[in-house]
């Protein structure tokens, strides 16, 4: 009783779940011609890709790299 209070899709036996994602509605455009905005260049919506899980944020090295590659600094010249 406690379960089905917590998650009441498990009393549907032999159904699977409704999923909001999974909605057809929401896919049929996907793939389908529309308008391009051609003043607006393509690029990844990823912002820093040496920091994209919990595991390279924790990492030292992949700070450097992050700094280095993501963020990087005023090179100064060798004097």
């Not at 406690?2 to 009393?11: E, M």
């Not at 509605?25 to 820093?48: C, E, F, H, M, Y």
């Not at 030292?60 to 010249?77: D, G, H, N």
Request: proline share 8%; aromatic share 6%.
């Amino acid at each position: 009783a406690a379960i089905l209070a917590d998650a009441p899709h498990f009393a549907a036996i032999n159904e699977a779940p409704a999923h909001l994602g999974a909605d057809p509605a929401i896919w049929a455009n996907v793939g389908k011609d529309g308008p391009l905005d051609t003043a607006l260049a393509l690029r990844s919506n990823i912002g820093d890709f040496y920091l994209t899980n919990p595991i390279a944020r924790a990492s030292v090295t992949m700070a450097e790299c992050s700094r280095i590659f993501v963020t990087p600094a005023q090179q100064m010249a060798a004097e």
